[in-house]
C-alpha cells in the first residue's frame, strides 16, 4: 500500500516508504546539533524524523505525497500534543515545492534520485542551508561531516561548498 505514491510523480523519481532506523534517528539528531532556522524533511513518511526535529526546537515542515501516511503522522503529532505552530505536516509533492525559506533539510529517499534532488537543491536553497541525508548520499557534492555506519550512515552537506565554482566545473567536465 505504501510501496510507490503519488500518482502523478515520474517512475524515475518514486520513492517508496522505508521508516529510519532508531540509529539512524538518533544519527540525524547528533548531526542537527549546533543548527538554526526551519526544517524541512523531505518525504516524512510517518514524521518520525519530523518529530526527532522538532524535539530539538527546529520549526519543522514534512513533505509527504502519501494520503495514509500523512494521516497517520498528523494522528501522532496531535496525540503527543504537537502544536501546528512547532510542526507542519502538508500533501505535497517535494519535486513540486519551493524549499527557498529553509535552512535545513533532512533526506531519506532512494539512490535514483539524489541527482535530480543535489541539481534542485542547488537552485533553491539559501547560501547557508544544510543538508542532511541517510543512507544514499549525494552523487556529487562534497561532504563536511558524516555519522554512523551501513544501514544508518548519515551525511552533512554545506550548499556553500557545493556551490563552489572549482566544484561545478569539475563536475560539469565530468558530465
Ligand atoms: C524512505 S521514506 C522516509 C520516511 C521518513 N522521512 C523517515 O525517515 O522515516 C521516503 C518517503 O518519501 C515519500 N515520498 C516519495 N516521493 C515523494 C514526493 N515526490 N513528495 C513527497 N514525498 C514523497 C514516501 O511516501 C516515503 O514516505
Redo the contacts with the bound molecule.
Keep these: 500500500m ?1 510501496c510507490m ?2 500518482l502523478r ?1 515520474p517512475f524515475r ?8 532506523t532508531k540509529e539512524q534517528t538518533l544519527n540525524v539528531i547528533k548531526l542537527l546539533e549546533g543548527h538554526k532556522g526551519r526544517l524541512a ?6 514524521g ?2 519530523v518529530f526527532a526535529a522538532s524535539s530539538m526546537g527546529f520549526q519543522c515542515t514534512g ?4 494520503s495514509i ?1 500523512l494521516a497517520y503522522s498528523r494522528s501522532k503529532a496531535w496525540w503527543r500534543g504537537i502544536p501546528h505552530t512547532d510542526i507542519h505536516l502538508v500533501k ?4 513540486k515545492t519551493d524549499l527557498s525559506q529553509y535552512r535545513n533539510v533532512t533526506v ?2 532512494a539512490p535514483a534520485v539524489m541527482g535530480a534532488l543535489e541539481e534542485k537543491l542547488l537552485k533553491e536553497l539559501p547560501e547557508d542551508a544544510k543538508v542532511i541525508v ?1 543512507r544514499f548520499p549525494f552523487p556529487h557534492w562534497p561532504h563536511s561531516c558524516t555519522a554512523g555506519s551501513g544501514l544508518n550512515q548519515i551525511w552533512v552537506y554545506d550548499v556553500h561548498t557545493a556551490r563552489q565554482p572549482s566544484r561545478t566545473s569539475s563536475h560539469q567536465s565530468q558530465a
Design positions: 505504501f505514491p503519488g510523480v523519481l518514486k520513492v517508496p516508504f522505508l521508516p529510519s524533511d523531505l518525504g516524512s513518511g510517518d518520525r524524523l513533505f509527504e505525497i502519501h501516511l505535497q509533492d517535494l519535486w531519506f529517499l541517510c
